[in-house]
């Protein structure tokens, strides 16, 4: 169900449309891609801190499942879906609530709460802003569809907020097995659940990191937030060359489903364990 604000808005804010903006707000549509949110979840994890690498993936993971949950019920189509002259790009999936928007909002809260620097507020409600503009530019969400997509990211946080400490107690009492065990029951419960393509994509990503990070518990992992600031940006710099190349030699195998899921299954792996091996062979890291 449309209203004459959707459309409204959609036209008015594609009647600046030129070369150069769509050119301009493609790029920006890179931000919204999974590439871009494996690189930068892996780039924490490497560069910063483990445990925040840890965490990050989980909640982005159990933001992507919600935002399909939503997707599936209200099954609004796209608008491109409706006058194909708004698509500037095309896109799979419903619409209602944005997911770009979701996401965006949630890891600026994110930022806003940890950042602690005068730059975490412009930096994060400028990206917001931008990204989600991009969205109804490139034709793909309606503005309510951003509205919502707002509204459920910042429920997300405050849910994420209030909870992370009675997590943290309830791992801190469970041993590696038993946490091994939650890490690989709950996407198979969701495999069986849910039925959409980006959602057992994420399944067996996870299967796969749970996988990695039983593996690793048996070695101590360093914390790169304790090393020096160019040293934290050399290992973000190689997990992400790590992921690129990796993602790269995955693409030179057939492309059918089963693989596609066991290649993310691998990716998982990377994350969790090849990742931290390979970076200790590259810097020479002692482990104790």
Known sequence: MLSSFDLDVLRFIQSFRTPALDSFFKCIDYFDSNYFYLALIVA??????RRAGVWLFYILSMNTFINIAFKTFFARERPFHLDPSL?????GGYSLPSGAAQVYMLLSCLL???????WRWPVALGTLFLVSLSRVYLGVHYPTDILAGWFVGFLLFLLIYSITPAINRLLERLNRFQLFLISEAIPIFLLLVQYSASGTRLCFTLIGVGLGLFIGSTVQQEESSLLKPIERVLRAVWGIFGLLLFLNIIRLFPASNGYIYFSHFLIGIWFSLLADFFKRLLFKIQIV
């Open 87 to 91: 698509g500037v790009i095309s896109a």
């Open 44 to 49: 924490l994890w490497q560069g910063y801190s």
């Open 112 to 118: 806003i709460a940890h950042w602690k620097s005068r």
